[in-house]
Every structure is written in structure tokens, then in C-alpha cells.
């Protein structure tokens, strides 16, 4: 009844707003050099009005205009001589700037690009230019782990188990997209710290409040990757080698034909490595002397590897459509399990491994049916399956040997457990410019997945399986006032969800039907004021939810089992920031400062179950706040030196007086600091590159990197003394690498080193990460 109203209020304003649309024309066009090279940044006017907008990272403008006579429209960036054109509205038109000689030794680039105008958004937001790191051999998690506010906390090596967070919310309360779409949509499979930095052009990470145009319950931020949307033939190709024996091959392509227009996209990658680095410090029991002994003993079982391919074909700029893909893919990882959550605990047998196939169809078309309506939809289907295997029979120890039990190594008994996921998704996103002031967004959401799961070695297959359909409609009204000089979004959500599945009352197997819908809404602000054209002030809030997740419902078949009363997490999110963003010549200064507020409550944290503590169920057990302080500051001078200093305060606290269930004496560790997260950390780049060093369009850089993570608490302070709590102590890794490219980056080559100093460095629950690493990786650009 819930998902059928929300539906229908969706189509109802759809087409109201088709009855509401006045003509709104447009002009369109690019700007180029007159070596072809798309110009970022271009300064475009109408002569005799205040209306302008400036070109993306293509070269491509569209500015939406007030009337339909002929219009004088210029074009003009420091470092070029102005041209102005005559066009209509409706019409298209191209620009070729010279350079102007006599600035053009002074300034090399102008305007500003994509990423430091999503800096300015009224959102609290962090743009990163994964370019910067195209010749680099790091993951998405390395290069999100260098920006403001964001900790990745890694169990291992080379894909193993990480916890993302933002602002100090972790969790599922964090969503992962790649150009708006949940990468969960891919497959469990489909991680961060597997996916190579080539694969995307850009990535934009969303703090606490999140926009309603990723129709997602993102209650603690997103992070959305934006790959190369460009309209052109383009091939990057990469291979790298590194210690541990660690490969990783990357490939991201398009060509589009000539006379046809037909697109072809593909992008794929593969990761292999042993994960065989010295643990060092290792306790094992020395028969000989009948005693511990420390010792520096080598990772025996932590084998991985990854690989995805995915391929769309369709169209650009048709009448009927200005983007039309139809795409599939298919990704597989294979991993052998070294740990559990504690260091002390080792596997030599474990092994998950699965698979996921997707389908998927997008359209976008601007104007779609009436002038000035914007439409963007998305439909995919996707089967993801995986298997963990605990049928050894063995206890095992860091040296290797091992004993045998008549216990499997992670659970009680023996199992293949077998999980099937089928997941259909669907999003419609509609925008529509009501005057150059005023706009307005509607979107919504459909997710529906289904959860079998089963012990091969004692079932053929669950019956009835568990199904999940969330449904999220979003509405945003924006408003552009002051000469676009102040920006204010006001946006609602309806979250939605049906459940359905046996309800698991005990570990015996008494079941007994469930069938629910639950609701919220949310609602939120954010605004942004610019005092002049290089500062400006922001802040926004937002009343968040977040949904459960089918396998904190359902369970994972093994050990964790469903708890169909879960609630979603709430949290009342608040951001107030400043920016600086000035150019002077050659010399680019940005810094940014903000304060944050998080009040969560009905957290979702595994606990263990009472009548089995072999296995544990999900809970809403906690309520967290948290508020801090987080800056950055970089300078960059020409293409030759750029320096990034960024640092991060939060403090997060307990505010869950009594137990579930309990009104009595408060928990001991209420007002306590969460245990196992880092409560101050920051980061330090320094880049220096010459173009034309050793050679006409060659260039040589030198990358220098740091992290500072200060000392924290294991456990919780209530529960020892300060002498007493084992603490992970304060870490500071050091990474550098050299990179030389040829023929205007065509041809790269870079040599890498991975905490260089090879200091000791921990994550979650004090899991050694690895030690000093070096690599090499070739790459391969043309376009």
C-alpha cells in the first residue's frame, strides 16, 4: 500500500510539472584551442545580461537563456582573446580561442574546473581528480584514505575486509556509487580496494548530507566515482607489479564509429596477489622450551584475486536521446581467509570465492518532451552469488602447523555456505529549470532483492527465501539568488521498505511467516553563500535514515542469523564550513575548514546470540554522537609543485545510557569514547614535476605522501586503566614514487614505495597491514 502511494506520487508530479513547463530555450555549443584541445573553464556571457555559465572538463557549455531573439554570446578566459558569436536560442555554436600573447606566459590555466565547483556546492563535499593518480599503483581506498574527514581501515593486504568511514559514521551507513548507481549493484564481488584508479576520471565524496539526485539512504555520506564521459575515442591501458607478488592489470576504452555514431564501451581489470608479508611479533608456542616466543613468521594463506569485465554499447546526442546504453558485465573474486577479527585468531583453510552477472539499460535525454526538462533513468538486473567453504577439520597456528579438531575452523560444524542473491534496480531522476533562479528535482528508487541461502553439505536450498524491496523518493527545490552568489537546497526523502521471510525464532528452526512494511522521512537544507569570488561560507542539514541491509536481516547462513525486528539507523547530521579558492597567476591557493555534527541512534552492530555463542545476530544496541573539526590546504604553482596538508578531529561518544531492555543502573561506558576508531589523523602530498626535462613533451614527477594516525583506545576506556587498555599506538607511513612520461603521457613508467620507512602498521582491532612494498607500473594513454 506504502510502495503504491509513493509510486503514484511520483507520476503525479512527473506530470505536473509537465503541465507547469514554460519554454525555457537553451544554447549549447564548445569551446576549443586552435590545437583542438577542449578549454576547461571558459567564461561564457550573454552580451547585455547577467546570465553565464562556464565550460565543463569537455569543452562543452549548454546556458539556459530568457528570450528567443538573436543573442551575442562571448567567450573569453584569461590567457585567450575573447570571440563573441551571434546564435539563437535552440542553436548550437563552437569557439576556437587563440592564445593571447601577451599573457599567455603568465597564466596557464583559467576559470575553474569541474572539481573546484563541486567544492563550492552548498553540500559538504570533497572532489578528488583521480588523474592525479593515474600513473600511481593504488586502489580507490588509498586515494580516499589521503582526504579530509575519511579513514579506511583495512584487516590486510590486497582485498582484504575494510571498514569506510566519514566524519566518524562507518558501516552500511556509508553508500558507494559509480556515476550515481550503487556499486552493490555489481556484486559483492565489486569492492573500493579492488577497483584500479584508472577507472575513473573523478570522485566526489559527500559528507553526512547527501543530495537527493543519488536517491540513496545514505545516512553517514557517499562516495560516487564519475568515469570518462567524454564524447571521444580514448584507450588506457596499465600493468603493475609489486611485492608479495602482487599483479594488477587495468583497461578502459571507448570508440565511437564515424558515420554511425554507435558507441562502444569497455572496462575491465584483474588482481592477484599472495598477501605473504611478514607478521611481525607473532606469538607461538615453543614446544621445546614450553613457552611463548615472539617471532616474525610470513602470512602462509591469504591468497587473492579479482577480476571484472563490463561492455555497453549505445549512442550520443540523438534527438530521441542524448546518452542510450545497453550494458552487461560479470566480475569474480577467489579469497582465502588468513584471520577472523583478532590477530591471535589464524585460518589455513577458509576460502570465500563468488560471482556476479549484471545487465543494465541507461537513458538520459535534456529537455525531454517540454524545454528545460531534464530526464535520467536507469534499470539493471543483477545475480550475485558467493560460497564460503569451512570444511578443514583443523586448528591452525601462525607457523603453519596445525592440530586436528573435530570442529570446523570459523564455525561449530562443517559447512559450504552457499549465498544467491538476484537484485533488481531501477531510478528515474527528473530535474526541471523553472526560471534561471529556481529548479526543482524529483527522484525515486527502486531496489528489490531476494536472499537464498544455504549448507550445501546438509540442504539442497532455502524455499523460501527472504525478500527486501526498498522504495526512495526524493524531492529537491534550489533556489540561485544574488547572481547565483547565494545557493539554498531544500530537499525531503520517503524511505520505504517491505520485508518478507520465515521468521527464525530460535537456532532449532522454528520459523513462522513475516510480512511488514516500514517508513520514515526525512527532510534537510543546505546553503551556501559566496562573500566574494574566491570565499565563501556553507552549511546544510539533514534528518537521515538508513535502511537495514539483507544480510543484517537475513543473516549470512553461518554465523550470523536474521533478526527480522531491526529498525533503521536515524541521525540528525549538521556541516558549517568556509572556503578559500584564489588564483593568482601561476599560483593557486585552496583551503577549507568545517565543523560537524553527528547524533545517531538505533545503530546496527553484530552482537552475539544467547542461546548460541558460536554465532550473532544484528541489533539496534547503541546511540553514537559525534562532532569535530577537519581542515585542508593546498597550493599549487604552474604544473611544477603542489602541496596538500589536510587534518581531521572527531569525537565520537557513547550516548546509550541503559542495555536494550533496561531502565536501571546506565551502561559503564556511557559518555565513554568509541572504542577501535581513530579520533585524530591527517595527510601531507607534495608533488614536483618538469615537463621537458629529459626530452620535447616528456615530464618527471616526484610524489612524497604521508599519514598521521594518533594513538586510540582498543578497548573501552570503562573497562581498565589507562596503564591497563591496549591501545594501537600512533602510526606515521610514508609513501613516495617517480614517475617519467613520454609523448605528452602516452608512454608512463612509475617506480613506487608503500610505507617506506617500513614502520609497523595497524588497522581494526590491531590486524597488521603490510610492510615497506615496492612496485613498478607501466601505462599506456592515447585518446
Known amino acids: 500500500m506504502q510502495a503504491s502511494i509513493s509510486t503514484s506520487f511520483f507520476l503525479l508530479f512527473f506530470l505536473t510539472l509537465r503541465s507547469l513547463a514554460q519554454t525555457g530555450p537553451t544554447v549549447s555549443g564548445t569551446v576549443h584551442s586552435e590545437d583542438k584541445l577542449p578549454l576547461v573553464g571558459i567564461s561564457i556571457r550573454v552580451k547585455g545580461s547577467s546570465l553565464g555559465t562556464t565550460t565543463d572538463t569537455t569543452g562543452a557549455f549548454q546556458l539556459r537563456v530568457n528570450r528567443t531573439e538573436l543573442l551575442t554570446i562571448t567567450a573569453s578566459g584569461v590567457g585567450f582573446l575573447p570571440q563573441s558569436k551571434e546564435v539563437r536560442a535552440g542553436q548550437s555554436v563552437t569557439f576556437i580561442l587563440k592564445a593571447d600573447s601577451r599573457t ?130 580514448y584507450l588506457d591501458a596499465s600493468y603493475s607489479y609489486s611485492s608479495f607478488n602482487t599483479h594488477r592489470a587495468a583497461l578502459t576504452g571507448q570508440y565511437i564509429h564515424p558515420r554511425t555514431g554507435l558507441t562502444l564501451r569497455a572496462n575491465a581489470f584483474y588482481n592477484y596477489s599472495n598477501n605473504n608479508y611478514i607478521m611481525r611479533g607473532i606469538e607461538i608456542w615453543d614446544a621445546d622450551r614450553e613457552v611463548y616466543v615472539k617471532k616474525d613468521l610470513r602470512r602462509f594463506h591469504d591468497t587473492f584475486q579479482s577480476a571484472m569485465g563490463q561492455l555497453e554499447v549505445g549512442v550520443n546526442n540523438k534527438k530521441w536521446a542524448d546518452v542510450f546504453f545497453v550494458g552487461a558485465s560479470y566480475n569474480t573474486s577467489a579469497q582465502d581467509i588468513q584471520t577472523g577479527t583478532r590477530q591471535e585468531v589464524v585460518y589455513g583453510a577458509a576460502t570465500r570465492h563468488g560471482d556476479a552477472w549484471n545487465t543494465s539499460v541507461r537513458y538520459r535525454k535534456n529537455n525531454f518532451l517540454v524545454q528545460g526538462l531534464d530526464v535520467n533513468a536507469f534499470l539493471s538486473r543483477s545475480v550475485d552469488n558467493y560460497v564460503v567453504v569451512d570444511t578443514a577439520g583443523y586448528q591452525y597456528a601462525w ?136 570565499i565563501g561560507v556553507k552549511a546544510s542539514y539533514e534528518r537521515s535514515y538508513r535502511l537495514q541491509e539483507v544480510g543484517e536481516m537475513f543473516g549470512n547462513g553461518y554465523t550470523i542469523i536474521a533478526n527480522l525486528d531491526l529498525k533503521p539507523e536515524a541521525s540528525h547530521n549538521v556541516n558549517v564550513g568556509a572556503f578559500l579558492n584564489k588564483r593568482v597567476q601561476k599560483h593557486h591557493f585552496f583551503a577549507e575548514a568545517s565543523w560537524f555534527f553527528r547524533d545517531a541512534s538505533d545503530f546496527i552492530y553484530a552482537v552475539v546470540y544467547q542461546s548460541n555463542r558460536a554465532v550473532s545476530r544484528y541489533a539496534n544496541t547503541s546511540k553514537v554522537r559525534v562532532n569535530g573539526l577537519e581542515a585542508e590546504f593546498r597550493y599549487d604553482y604552474d604544473h611544477l609543485l603542489s602541496i596538500m596538508v589536510n587534518g581531521s578531529y572527531q569525537n565520537a561518544i557513547n550516548t546509550t545510557k541503559y542495555a536494550p531492555g533496561s531502565t536501571g543502573t546506565p551502561e559503564a561506558t556511557y559518555l565513554n569514547k568509541i572504542p577501535n576508531q581513530p579520533w585524530a589523523f591527517g595527510n601531507a602530498d607534495i608533488s614536483i614535476g618538469k615537463n621537458n626535462l629529459l626530452g620535447k613533451n616528456t615530464r618527471l614527477q616526484l610524489n612524497w605522501g604521508a599519514q598521521y594516525v594518533h594513538w586510540f583506545y582498543l578497548s573501552w576506556e570503562a573497562f581498565g586503566t589507562k596503564a591497563s587498555l591496549n591501545r594501537i599506538p600512533t602510526q606515521f607511513i610514508q609513501n613516495a614514487s617517480l614517475t617519467y612520461s613520454r609523448e605528452n603521457g602516452k608512454y608512463n613508467i612509475s617506480f613506487e614505495s608503500r610505507n617506506l620507512a617500513n614502520a609497523l602498521a595497524y588497522d581494526n582491532f590491531r590486524l597488521q597491514k603490510p610492510g615497506r612494498a615496492f612496485g613498478v607500473k607501466l601505462r599506456y594513454f592515447i585518446q
Not at 553508500?175 to 565489486?190: A, H, Q
Not at 580496494?193 to 555520506?221: F, Q
Not at 530460535?506 to 537544507?525: A, N
Open 104 to 233: 599567455m606566459n603568465e597564466v596557464v590555466v583559467t576559470g575553474k574546473t569541474e572539481n573546484q565547483q563541486v567544492k563550492e556546492q552548498a553540500f559538504a563535499v570533497n572532489a578528488i581528480e583521480t588523474r592525479l593518480f593515474a600513473n600511481t599503483n593504488v586502489d580507490m581506498n588509498q586515494v580516499l584514505n589521503r582526504t579530509t574527514g575519511v579513514r579506511v581501515r583495512e584487516q590486510g593486504g590486497l582485498g582484504s575486509d575494510f571498514n569506510f568511514s566519514i566524519n566518524g559514521l562507518s558501516g552500511k551507513a556509508v553508500r558507494f556509487f559509480i556515476d550515481g548507481i550503487p556499486l552493490e549493484v555489481m556484486g559483492s564481488s565489486l569492492t573500493l580496494n579492488t577497483i584500479p584508479v584508472n577507472l575513473a576520471e573523478r570522485i566526489e565524496v559527500y559528507k553526512g548530507v547527501v543530495p537527493v539526485s543519488l536517491g540513496s539512504d545514505a545516512m553517514g555520506g557517499a562516495v560516487n566515482l564519475i568515469t570518462n564521459q567524454q564524447i571521444r575515442n
Open 399 to 534: 607457523d603453519g602447523s596445525r592440530v586436528k579438531t573435530n570442529q570446523a575452523e570459523i564455525g561449530y560444524g562443517r559447512s559450504l555456505n552457499r549465498v544467491i542473491r538476484p537484485k533488481t534496480f531501477g531510478r528515474v531522476n527528473a530535474s526541471y529549470a523553472l526560471t534561471d533562479q529556481h529548479s526543482i528535482n524529483v527522484n525515486y528508487t527502486f531496489d528489490h532483492v531476494k536472499n537464498k541461502m544455504y549448507n550445501e553439505l546438509v540442504e539442497e536450498g532455502d524455499a523460501s527465501p527472504g525478500i527486501l524491496g526498498k522504495h526512495l523518493l526524493g524531492l529537491a527545490y534550489q533556489q540561485n539568488l544574488l547572481d547565483q552568489r547565494w545557493m539554498t537546497t531544500y530537499f525531503g526523502k520517503y524511505y520505504g521498505m517491505s520485508i518478507a521471510q520465515d521468521r527464525a525464532l530460535d537456532t532449532s528452526g522454528e520459523t513462522s511467516s513475516v510480512q511488514d512494511f516500514i517508513h520514515r522521512l526525512g527532510y534537510g537544507i543546505a546553503s551556501r553563500f559566496r562573500i566574494s569570488e574566491s
